[in-house]
Structure formats: C-alpha cells, structure tokens
C-alpha cells in the first residue's frame, strides 16, 4: 500500500458543494483536501446560471473555477482526475480514503460531495461510443453536432428541453421515449410543433451502432409491437435523469430508497465525522445555490467535530448541539471495527 498522506478533512467532489465545503474548511484553517473526477460536476452541464444570489447570469464553469481560487487562496488542495472508491474508518476514528489509482489518504473528517450522474441506457455498444457520438449532455455537446441528425433518449421534462435544445442545431432529430409524452405542456406542445423532429413514443433503445470510431446509428424497439428499426444519427443524447452511484459508501452510511445519503439539519449522517451535502444527499430541490448552502453547514460541523475530538471546546455549533436537536450524535451501528 502506497504511504497515505495526512490531512485534516477530505472533500469528495469538487461540485459546488464540494468546493463551498472546500472553502469554509480551509478557512477554518483546516488542512483539506478535495479529491475529484472534474472540476464544476454538473455545474458544467448547467450552461448559464441565473439563480444564483448576487450573480446576475455566470456559466457553470466560471462559477467553479471562481470557487476553486478562493479555496486554494486558504491553502485548500485538489486531486482531480481521480475516484474515491474506498473510505474505511481506522481504529483511531480517522478515515482512509483510497481512489482507484492507488492514492491513500488519512483524515480527521470526511464530507462526501459527489453528486449525481446521468442515468446510463445501459445498452450494448454505449460504453463504446461515449464521446465519440454518445452524450450526457445536450446544453454542453449539442453544439458539436451542429448540422447533423441526431437522436434524444429522454423522457419528462428533462426529455423535452433536449429536444427544444437539439432542434435548434440538427436538421433531424428521433425522440426516442418509452412512454407517452409527459412534462409540462407547454414544453410538449412546443416538441410537437416542430417540423425536423420525429416523436417515437413507446420506443426504447436496443444498441448503438457505429464504424469503429463514431456513432452511425441506434437501433430502437417499438416497445408495444416488438418491433426493431434502425435510425441513422451521427450524436445520441441521453437525458433520462440522473442518480447517486453512492455504491462505494453503502454499508458505511446510511441511504434512503434513492440510494441518496441521509443527514440531519447539519449535514450529519449517522457516522460520526462523516459529513455529507448536495445533490447527493436526501435534500430535496437539487440546486445550486441548495448544495452550496448544505455544504456550508456540512463544512462547520466537520469543524465542530475536528474541534471536539481535539478537546477544544466552544466550537462553532454552540447553543444548537446543547437543545439536542440533531438526531444522531452517535453512528447509529458499528462499523465491525
Ligand atoms: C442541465 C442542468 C441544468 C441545471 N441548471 C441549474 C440552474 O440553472 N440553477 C441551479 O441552481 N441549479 C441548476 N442545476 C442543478 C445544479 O447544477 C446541481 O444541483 C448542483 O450543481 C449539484 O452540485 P453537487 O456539488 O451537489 O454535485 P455535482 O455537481 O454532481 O458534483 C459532484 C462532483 O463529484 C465528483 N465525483 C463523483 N463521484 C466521485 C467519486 N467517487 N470520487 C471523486 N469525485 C467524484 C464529480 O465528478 C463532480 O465533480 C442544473 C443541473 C443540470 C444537470
């Protein structure tokens, strides 16, 4: 095992909430870590924000760069390129954290940031062709294939804006959904509306095609007749939702049915200094400005936490631990240490 570095708190994601908790951390004084696939999540995939307080209208990518700066301006530390996969909790009551290349990490605190990601088809030949025809995100690539036939594989709102998005830019696009149109109507009967799309309801995908190095096609099911067909598309966009893959972490913390991590007021989940904020957690309307707010919280009482273990009292929780309102000081089962 590769010597593991030591840090005080260790951030996973560097989504806004993880990079809001980056920065309290690290101004705390707090020797912290975050460890990322990317840098934004799905801020990136947001296109323009214009909901954020005090911001009139930013990209999602000069909101999380501007994030990153401050944080590294307290001394804060990115890892990016790279995916926790294990976090173990030591006979001490620190963490390790480890990522699939290998890295170890040893820390006081964790708070888990990491999100959401777009639900996958789950057909042959999509693993192949991802970023070479296959995209999670209309708002981010629909531009890339500007002038070519493309397919939505979507449905509900989320569906709908893609296609709105897409018919701009393809001259012909298939909306490929396995039921019937819902959503908004207002959305449903702009989709309808258009000329250059083709609206295939009760159809689902089968496999992508491609040549090798790009996609070519998509074979769909007529889900009611059984009935393959193959349409020509150069770009698939797949804008089915998006889900916790919160698998690494089952068994350590608590998830609901949505496989989402469950915390408390202040961003505790029933493990003591484990911390958890954002989109990735049970809180319900997954915004922005949301996942930043929690993290705020998660980061504070990670603070908290460090303080109290290190004996020093009058931490930043104060009054609201003495009213005994958050739920489970305690975790609420044993980690077989
Ligand atoms: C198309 C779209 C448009 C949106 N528009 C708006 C809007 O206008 N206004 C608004 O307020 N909100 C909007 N949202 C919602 C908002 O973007 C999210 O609620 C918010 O960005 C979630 O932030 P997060 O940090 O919790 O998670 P994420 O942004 O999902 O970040 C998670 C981070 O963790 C990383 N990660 C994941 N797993 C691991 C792992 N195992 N190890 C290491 N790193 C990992 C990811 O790479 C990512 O960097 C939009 C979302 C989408 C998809």
Known sequence: MNQASEYDAIVVGAGIAGLSAALYLSRQGLKTLVISKDLGGQLLMAGTIENYPGIKVTSG????????????????EFRYGDVVNKIERLEDGRFMVSTEMGANYICEAVVLAFGKIPIKMGIEGEKEYDGRGVSYCSICDGPLFKGKVTAVVGKGIQGLDAVLHMAELSPKIYYVTPTKLFGEEELIDAVKSLDNVVIMEYHRPVKVLGDGSKVTGLLVEDIKNKVEKEIQVEGIFVELGYEAKTDFVKGLVELNEKNEIIINKIGETNVEGLFAAGDVTDIPYKQAVISAGEAVKAALSAFSYIQRRRGRKGAVLGDWRKTGKVKKEKPAFKLGL
């Open 61 to 76: 990518a000069e909101l999380a760069m501007a994030i990153e700066d401050q944080v590294k301006t307290f001394g804060g």
